[in-house]
């Protein structure tokens, strides 16, 4: 397994406002979640593991729900993941996981051997919170105050089963723009999510205990005209989905498995597998969307099998209003990243 020991410090940057959709003449990077969904279909009896918690903020409890077990029983959770690359193909722009490529290598590979799903060394202020995947670190850390006494506790994600292509031509929901710069593909997010949601019901071994993970790459989602999305999450019933976008020029939202990132971070304290997301004083616990004002869109670049992937911050529970004896060194982010605006400044 290929390990890179990392070490977060402090780092300076400015943070911005909520974005906005905006059409492509003005693109906003941002991300979304769809509301979760009625199930309509039968599946096995199974269910995402997850735990619940709470904490008082202003007087008010929340209460929420997360993958996993709780931090204090020192488990491991480990659920299977699922990538199904989607081809989209619309004229001057088409898009292929399984073909474009980066680094010599295909996108769809290089998410694979990404710290999404592999392992390396995670030390933030001198503090140790596992060899383990980007993810898990990440919520090791939010829960440190526990998690340092039970260090048992892991959420992990499984190697990912590649399951068939999802081929796509999304005639008038499709485009082609260079919102960023460079050439891109653009689908309407409602076009796409009633693919996705068909996919998950044709193929019986995506069950409400895995994550499948819809991948598309230079593309970005659109809604109402308004661009672009570089990834979302959701549910249907009891089953959770994602998709992400991969962007193979550096620099540009969305870069990499940054997306990607963002997405499984939101998933794991978010899932919506319980009729709804997680509520809080600033709308729902989405730990990712209140770093998409930083530089590089929040992300930091990890050097991992000799390609350097960037990842995004999330937040912790702090950010949220929670005790700051609950996260590492009490930190508000994964890399302690000043908001200079207090709990839930930005609108979670």
Known sequence: ????????????????????????????????????????????????PTWTGSFTYSGTKYTYYMVGTAPKTGKSTTVKAFIIPV??????????????????????????????????????????????????????????????????????????????????????????????????????????????????????????????????DNLYLTEGGGCCIGGYHSANGPQAYAQFTYITTPGVFSQDVSAMSHEMGEWMDDPGVKGGFNPVACGILEVGDPEEGFPNYGAFPYTLGGFTYNLQDLVFLEYFGAPTTTSVHGWMTFYNNPFGLGVCSNGG
């Open 1 to 48: 397994m290929r390990k890179l020991i990392i070490s977060v410090a402090a780092f300076a940057c400015c943070f911005a406002a909520s974005a906005v959709a905006q059409d492509e003449g003005n693109p906003v990077p941002r991300f979304v979640t769809l509301p979760p969904k009625a199930s309509v279909e039968t599946k096995p009896p199974v269910t995402l």
């Open 87 to 216: 081809k989209v193909i619309i004229p001057s722009c088409t898009t292929d996981p399984k073909v474009d490529s980066e680094s010599g290598e295909t996108v769809l590979q290089q998410t694979i051997e990404s710290p999404i799903f592999q392992k390396q060394t995670y030390i933030l202020g001198g503090t140790n919170v596992g060899d383990t995947q980007y993810e898990d670190a990440f919520q090791r850390a939010n829960f440190w105050g526990t998690v340092k006494s039970h260090t048992g506790y892991h959420v992990l994600l499984s190697t990912p089963t590649v399951l068939p292509e999802l081929s796509l031509t999304p005639g008038s929901n499709g485009s082609c723009g260079n919102p960023f710069g460079p050439l891109a593909g653009l689908m309407d997010i409602n076009y796409f999510d009633f693919q996705a949601g068909s996919y998950i019901t044709s193929h019986s071994q995506i069950t409400p205990d895995s994550i499948p993970i819809f991948m598309t």
